[in-house]
């Protein structure tokens, strides 16, 4: 009895409110009703991207005023509601106004306004906007350049140089547009919309994963034991260390690796009585080169898959391959180049203090630690991996992982906060708004619409100027803000050239920005920062130096490499 | 106490200084200290959010290549220690001595041209003005390019 009645119960409930949605919703329809009267449409700049919040307005006539007004959405999607008393005149006209675009006028046909008389809908055809080159145009890509050359020349720290552009940008646009209106670049809200969120949350959970790894002592045991696996063949020894190197990068960030396999090289390397760059060039050339693998090895793969909407396991299948084929010509470079030390290794003999001493010294400082982030990197793994089918955005995954680490291990909050590396932070959000700006007053589009009409529809010339001039303009700026510069340019080649589609131009553009850090010492930040551990230890490695060693192993890296994108995008 | 604080930072450069050291104490029959500095200024335009385990890396490659010019001292009959600190290398050197009443400082000789360095010719000799002066040691110089 007691069931009948709940079931009573439940369907006068769903009746009360069935009713009242049907009531609730008639007047909406009436609404509908009267609202029909809309014209549509969409707006593209010419590299047929969507023209955000370029302000559209309805007019009996160019110079009358409007009778309607709307603003484009993201996708580029403008609605006009003609307001149900206005008397529709034989004659309506559109415009489309939009800071750093020329103002466009559409002139509504005959027959599509009987339509609006009609109490039709009318969809326009998409417009395309012709860019508009004004003072801000200069004035933003100044900046830009500014902000590359205080990286290049280390005039002042990256996070300070990108935070200089950004605000300079603000100053121009809001101090400056009341003076001129072709000073404008972009307000504040219009900035924030080109941070990409996902990078930043990925980067800040990966930072904290690392910072617990980091304090276990896993890198120095595993140098080590790298030591021990090769059985005192230095040829082996850097084969192996390379090879570790090159896995670790692919998971943590190549700075962080080679901060911390710096000073354990070293001491191996002395153990071994040969030159310490004999062993830490090839390994940093190799956390260059490996970080390319995956995802979240590099920054600019990070920011690639980001944008480009490209997944762990797409840029593990793509190329893994590749990366694994410039990694063994990488090991065999290296063999040869520092064939005389590894040989003067075998004549000097071992010292058994110091081989003792580094025994002692390599060993897992937290064990328990270290177990919990094992089984925290393994779900993040297999988070990485499976999280695309449920749509599981990497910042998540890596968000997950930070906070289940740190709920498990209850770390000192304090410290674990410390170990985010805040200055990065804020120079991804500084440099997205400085990007952003050359990218709001169309540099970006010219520069792509440039690079269009030299490759043409040739996708064998786009995979290799792609990749040749990311690798080589890699080794002289810092391909963090090349990388994200170049990003809104690859989308577009991505759409235009034939075969592109398939996103291999952002896998070449991701194997020359992180391989091309090989060129020069300043080309990535791991280079600078394993100079700076061996400089340390007396052991200098000069600019001169890095190039004569480093550059050969560019060249070799990324022909290897372009060869496996041929095969296998073709 | 007294003794000899030699300052090395390793490498080949730092043989001589080291050579040199030995030499000295061999001569006076003095302890030989020899310091190692921790220094991350390399850090301040890459990552500062590593510095506490950096430091520790940092610590032990120090006690490292002190373990080696003690190793070469013990060969040679002289018994060093070795200490690692960490901060600005002229301020160690001095603070050392302070604590040992160091009798001698062993230094290279400068080659570099890096105006940062403390070791430029220019600002050499100032520094072992300085050292004689706020640590009562004497400054011995080698050959060799300083740390």
Known sequence: MKKTARLRQAAFFLLVVGLALVLTNTPGQAQDAEAARLITGQVFDKQDQPVIDALVTLRAAPEAAPVSSAATQPDGRYALSIPKDLHI?????????????????????AAAVQELRNGQTVSLPTVTLQRRITIAFWLAALVFAGMLALMATGKLHNTLAALLGATTLFAVSYLGQPLQD??????????LHYIDWNVIFLIMGMMIVIAVIEGTGLFQWLAFMSYRLSGGHVWLLVAILMLLTGVVSAFLDNVTTMLLMTPITVQIALALGINPLALLVPEVMASNVVGVSTLIGTPTNILIGSYGGISFNDFLTNLTP????????????????????????????????LLKKLAKQARITEPENLKKAGVVGAGML????????????????????????????????EEMIEAVDWTTLVFFMALFIVVGAIQEVG??????DGIGFLVGDNLVLAMLSVTWLSALFSTVIANIPFTAAMLPVIGYLTTTVPGAQNDVLFYCLSIGAAMGGNGSLIGASANMVTAGVSGRAGYSITYAYFFKKGFPALLITVALATIWLLIRFL | MSGIVCAIRGGPASQPTIAQAISLAQETDLPLYFLYVVNLDFLSYTSSSRIHT??????????????AAQSTAGTQGVHAHGMVRQGK????????????EADYVVLGRPQTKDEESIFTQEKLAQFIEHIEKQAGAKVVLTESEAE
């Open chain 2, 54 to 67: 950096i430091s520790q890396e940092m610590h032990q490659m120090g006690e490292f290549i002190l373990l």
């Open chain 1, 182 to 191: 072709s000073l404008f670049i972009f307000d504040f809200n219009g900035a």
């Open chain 1, 89 to 109: 005149p034989d004659t309506l006209t559109i415009r489309i106004k939009r800071a750093h675009f020329q103002t466009t006028d559409i002139q509504i046909s």
């Open chain 1, 443 to 448: 540099l970006i589009s010219y520069i792509a």
């Open chain 2, 89 to 100: 290398l002229n301020e160690e050197i001095v603070s050392l001595c302070n604590e040992l």
């Open chain 1, 382 to 413: 297999i988070l990485f991996i499976f999280g695309e089918r449920v749509s599981l955005l990497p910042a998540v995954t890596a968000l997950i992982g930070a906070t289940a680490l740190l709920v498990w291990i209850r770390p000192d909050v």
């Open chain 1, 322 to 353: 590749g990366v694994l084929l410039a990694l063994v010509g990488l090991i065999i470079y290296s063999e040869l180049i520092y064939r005389k030390e590894f040989h003067a290794a075998s004549t000097s003999g071992l010292s058994k203090v």
